[in-house]
């Protein structure tokens, strides 16, 4: 009963938007409403940067600078130069791919704790309405956790929800890499849930890295939980297009670009993508050329693309959905702009379909025990031979 009482909702949310599609300009902004504002360019401090010539040349430009002309870059400054940058521009320095790893980890340190001294002065404004209050205790104390002793902040962005990634291990080291791509929901105030740890991307990446130092304790890894996008909320009508999708995708591809740079595993990172994260994934996937990536997703509404080959020859593409997740429910169709098309775990869609045997739900894909956390490390590793099959 459950089950179809959802679909029914998710039905309506596409032919809600249909009809807001054609219903004029009244519909159409209160569609809009609903909808979030996406992040596409350079973060605060960048026009500054780019006018800044303090050190006697020009600084790359953020928006334009691609990550080996930026590692370049650096690669060339004075320590005394770098520690300038990161102090000046914070915000520049730390979302810069391509930028040293343990620069970028001190000027987002410096980023969040400004950006949490600016929370905790407007929650002592008295004149402050209690909703608003809440939210500014809420964001200095989402800052403060992500300042705690050992916390790698890769990125982060203040602006709207707020975006923030995390690396747990040694990313420069590491001879394994893998990038996780959540779905909706996922912001600075969602990034790392103490309630429910394994609905965050923080708490998936904790239990992959775990996973594969069991099955591989000698293998050097690194785990990016990587919020780089703003994602849909709820069910509205981001949900079932690809705007944020697209406005997303070719931020992963800037965070692949860099770590190129950056770090230098054995083979390309994988990427995990989860739930609306698909749909990115399955927009950047044609862009990945070279060395294979293997590309893993999950609870997938889709991915934009009809079969595993649009991809292109880059992707290796596993795909698995548990029997209880209620995104089997969505209509998997692709109408205009609404819906994201195929469901990657058909048997005639080109993905590998692996066992996510024991997972329970939308968000249990990481939980311990499951056969998909098991295959989600086996696949990061190489270990393809232990990776188990859905059977039925």
Known sequence: MQR?????????????CAVLA????????????NEQVVITTPPTGSSAWVKDHSLGRSLPNPATADAATVATFFASLTPAQQDQLVREYPLVVGNLDGAPLQLRYRANALAITADRDQAKAQAADPKLDPA????????????????????????????????VSEVFGDLATADRVSVIVPGSDTDLGHFDRTDDPL?????MARALQAEEGRQSPGTSTAVIAWTGYVTPVGLGPDAVTSRLAEAGAPRLERLLDGLKQTSHPVAPPALLCHSYGTV????????????????VVFGSPGMGVSDAGELGSGVHLWATRDSTDWIGDVPYVEVGNLGHGADPTSSDFGAEEISSAGAVGHTGYFAAGTASLHNFAAIALGAYQNVSYRTS
């Open 4 to 16: 179809r009482r959802l679909k029914r909702i998710l039905i309506g949310a596409f032919a809600t």
């Open 22 to 33: 054609d219903a004029g300009a009244a519909a159409a902004q209160a569609a809009a409403s």
């Open 132 to 163: 608003s209050h809440a939210l500014a205790v809420s964001r200095a104390n989402d800052c403060q956790a992500l300042l705690a002793p050992g916390r790698q902040i890769l990125a982060f962005d203040p602006r709207g929800r707020g975006l």
């Open 199 to 203: 609905r965050s991307p923080a708490g």
């Open 280 to 295: 990115v994934c399955g927009i950047a996937g044609p862009t990945l050329h070279g060395a294979t990536t293997d590309m």
